[in-house]
């Protein structure tokens, strides 16, 4: 599973304009909702329901908020530059900047897996996220994305 195949240059926003964790969620529940047709409150339910189980906030800046959603074909994600870090609620207590939405259908099972654990390797690269808060232009975040160079970061 590779990056390419869970986002599309039109589902990456290079200057997310949010000033809080439900603001982000419910700007991108909306993004979700226009390209998977599954209404806004029903993604964005389920993206609170998962983050009472715990944040999604990984450190460093991290966010990935994930969910199964009934009704959707396949898996999806959006990426998010956020103009401005917000609380988060993360693991090591920093706002995040960088946000990874992925939504799978509800028997995805392993695949929504695979794609969670790809996604956090990613963003996990220090060197990728360094160019990723470097540039505010969607084209070129969305080919730092899916660049499958391996970067040399330890």
């Keep these: 599973m590779e990056i390419a195949d869970l986002i599309t240059p039109r589902s990456v926003v290079a200057q997310l304009r949010v000033t809080n964790k439900k603001q982000a969620l419910q700007e991108l529940a909306k993004r ?4 998977t047709g599954v209404q806004e409150r029903t993604i964005y339910d389920v993206l609170i329901e998962r983050e ?3 944040s999604t906030g990984i450190g460093m800046g991290i966010g ?3 969910g199964r959603l009934p009704g959707l074909d396949a898996l999806c994600g959006i990426f998010a530059r956020l103009e401005r870090p917000v609380p988060f609620d993360a693991i090591d207590d920093q706002p995040v ?3 990874f939405l992925l939504l799978a259908p509800e028997g995805a099972g ?3 897996l695979k794609a969670l654990a790809r996604v956090s390797r990613l963003l996990r ?3 990728v996220c360094e160019k990723l808060r470097g540039t505010d232009n969607a084209d070129a975040l969305y080919a ?4 499958r160079t391996p970067s040399h970061a330890a």
């Excluded at 979700?32 to 390209?35: L, N």
């Design 52 to 54: 009472r189980l715990g």
């Design 144 to 147: 730092l994305l899916i660049d």
């Design 32 to 35: 979700a909702a226009a390209m």
């Design 125 to 127: 690269d220090r060197t």
């Design 110 to 112: 392993a695949d929504h």
């Design 64 to 66: 990935i908020p994930h």
């Design 97 to 99: 900047d960088l946000i």
